[in-house]
Nanobody, 123 residues
Framework: QVHLVESGGGLVQAGGSLRLACAAS????????MGWFRQVPGKEREFVAA????????FYTNSVKGRFTISRDNAKNTVYLQMNSLKPEDTAVYYC????????????????WGQGTQVTVSS
């Protein structure tokens, strides 16, 4: 069992930056692919980024490529999402997830989820 807690969300102006953190307790996150997803009211949760267990492979949805960077510190049992050049359309609740998905973007293949952290980008 893994318990995930996100932090680092907040209000930022367009063009600004935020760094989200996902701290895990229980089993080490090195056992899992870790992902970040986001959701706005009325829409499905969407994939943002993922990182392999070793950290050697990363995956991003097209809309955040070149702006967001996912990383992990297995020694600290923490995963990060550095978000730069934020846009109003990045506004959402961001969720951390862990699992062994068939593909990194497959929401239903992640077994463990955090409670989410709100990111709001003003124009």
């Amino acid at each position: 069992q893994v318990h995930l807690v996100e932090s680092g969300g907040g209000l930022v102006q367009a063009g600004g930056s935020l760094r989200l953190a996902c701290a895990a307790s229980g089993r080490t996150v090195s056992s899992y692919t870790m992902g970040w997803f986001r959701q706005v009211p009325g829409k499905e949760r969407e994939f943002v980024a993922a990182i392999s267990r070793s950290g050697n492979n990363t995956f991003y949805t097209n809309s955040v490529k070149g702006r967001f960077t996912i990383s992990r510190d297995n020694a600290k049992n923490t995963v990060y999402l550095q978000m730069n050049s934020l846009k109003p359309e990045d506004t959402a609740v961001y969720y951390c997830a862990g699992g062994n998905p068939r593909w990194a973007s497959m929401t239903n293949d992640y077994n463990y989820w955090g409670q989410g952290t709100q990111v709001t980008v003003s124009s």
